[in-house]
C-alpha cells in the first residue's frame, strides 16, 4: 500500500481498500467495472465445498447468517470503525445470497481468467 502513489497503481481489498479511500486520488471499485463491463455482479468472496455438504449444516449455516444479519446494529457498535460506515457497508455494499445473476458473473469471470 505504500507504493501505490503517483503513476504507481496497486489492487488493495478488505479493509484496507476502505481506508485507501482517504488517501488516493483515484478509486476504481472493481465491483462496478466488472457489471459495467459486463453487466454482470461480481462474486468477492463465496463459501465452497469440493463435497456435498449436509443439509442441517447448510441451514444451520443459513441460520447463523441471518442471526448475524438481525444484529447487525450490535455487530457495529461492538466493533467501531472510524474509516467507514459498517452498517452500511454490511446491508448495502454486501449481498449474501448467491443469485443465478452472480453465478453468471462468476462464471463468466472463470472464464476470462482462463483464456
Known amino acids: 500500500r505504500d507504493k501505490i502513489s503517483g503513476t504507481t497503481a496497486g489492487l488493495v481489498?478488505?479493509?484496507?481498500?476502505l481506508e485507501q479511500r482517504k488517501i488516493s486520488t483515484y478509486i476504481y471499485d472493481l465491483g462496478s467495472e466488472w457489471r459495467?463491463?459486463?453487466g454482470l455482479p461480481f462474486v468477492f468472496a463465496?463459501?465452497?465445498?469440493?463435497?456435498p455438504l449436509p443439509e442441517d449444516f447448510m441451514r444451520d449455516f443459513d441460520a447463523a447468517n441471518a442471526l448475524g444479519l438481525k444484529h447487525i446494529d450490535e455487530?457495529?457498535?461492538a466493533n467501531p470503525y472510524?474509516?467507514?460506515?459498517?452498517k452500511?457497508?454490511?446491508t448495502v455494499h454486501l449481498s449474501y445470497d448467491l443469485t443465478p445473476a452472480k453465478r453468471m458473473g462468476l462464471e463468466r469471470f472463470?472464464?476470462?481468467?482462463?483464456?
Open 13 to 17: 481489498i478488505g479493509d484496507r481498500a
Open 36 to 38: 459495467g463491463i459486463t
Open 82 to 86: 472510524d474509516v467507514y460506515d459498517l
Open 110 to 115: 472463470l472464464n476470462v481468467i482462463s483464456g
Open 75 to 77: 455487530i457495529v457498535k
Open 46 to 51: 463465496a463459501w465452497v465445498s469440493t463435497k
Open 88 to 90: 452500511k457497508y454490511y
